[in-house]
């Protein structure tokens, strides 16, 4: 089994208290969730079609909960989406089916005139073509930001490592197969924390490097749960920060909710959801 570790760094962390929006019964997929400390109120939609979840964002919105994650997955032929939104109010932008070309060019246009920056992407194949869905708030630091697509993981870690020459962090990560070859998209920001991001590791072997982490005052902001050779394999992305968190994976809809509800109950809140089909 191979182990990939890399280095560089990042900001605190938000959580939340929590409530839900649910669309119908979802029976194929399975969710994850990274939750952290927080007392802000939150929403959550699972499993609804592009319409619905921007109905929702609207409501929402009008209410003072900002969207700060969302996700894409395939139900048969449907795509479906997923999201998760806290009432901290405040601006956000959805790109939807851009090129990786109107992607950039739309973060650079959203920085530039509006101050928003680029913080979760999501990567999808339509019509034979990849297509990213990119979700746009403010984030206080440098305005500087770097986006990286379809790079193997040679030619990312070598990114990453000129990156943190420059003081740039990795705040976002996600990996998709293009002709059988696993690629990756990788968000850097300048300024940060330090922070510490594993790949291509099992479960038992992502437990215990959690745990490691969690005593050396690392916190886990971001995770990536893909299938290889049958077996699944888990990226994980961790901060610098102290505080508590909570980390529930590949489960049914209703499992994953009642334990929402949960951790809710302890002000945890979620900060990265991940559908698996």
């Not at 592009?50 to 996700?71: A, C, M, P, S, V």
């Not at 206080?140 to 990312?156: A, H, Y």
């Not at 690629?183 to 790949?199: C, D, Q």
Request: with cysteine; glycine share 6%; proline share 1%.
């Amino acid at each position: 089994m191979a182990l990939e570790r890399m280095t560089t760094a990042w900001w605190g962390t938000i959580l939340i208290l929590m409530l839900m929006i649910v669309s119908e019964p979802i029976l194929a997929q399975r969710y994850s969730g990274v939750w952290q400390n927080n007392t802000q109120k939150e929403r959550v939609l699972l499993d609804a079609t592009w319409g619905t979840l921007q109905n929702n964002r609207r409501e929402l919105r009008q209410r003072g909960f900002r969207l700060i994650d969302i996700e894409v997955s395939l139900k048969g032929n449907v795509r479906k989406y997923s999201a998760v939104w806290h009432s901290s109010g405040g601006a956000e932008r959805v790109w939807l089916d851009a090129t990786w070309a109107e992607l950039t060019a739309k973060a650079k246009s959203l920085s530039d005139n509006q101050e928003l920056k680029l913080v979760d992407v999501e990567v999808y194949e339509k019509s034979g073509e990849l297509r990213y869905i990119g979700l746009f708030r403010p984030v206080s630091g440098s305005p500087d930001q770097i986006l990286e697509t379809n790079m193997t993981w040679d030619g990312f870690k070598k990114k990453q490592q000129d990156l943190l020459e420059e003081r740039y962090q990795l705040v976002d990560i996600e990996t998709y197969i293009v002709n059988n070859e696993r690629r990756y998209v990788g968000i850097f920001n300048k300024g940060g924390t330090e922070y510490t991001l594993w790949r291509d590791i099992d479960w038992q072997c992502f437990r215990a490097i959690r745990r490691g982490l969690e005593e050396s005052g690392f916190r886990l902001r971001d995770i990536e749960i893909y299938r290889e050779n049958n077996k699944n394999k888990f990226i994980g992305l961790w901060e610098q920060a102290r505080g508590n968190d909570r980390l529930w994976v590949l489960e049914q809809s209703q499992i994953f909710l009642n334990k929402w509800r949960e951790f809710g109950r302890d002000n945890l809140r979620l900060v990265d959801l991940e559908v698996d089909p």
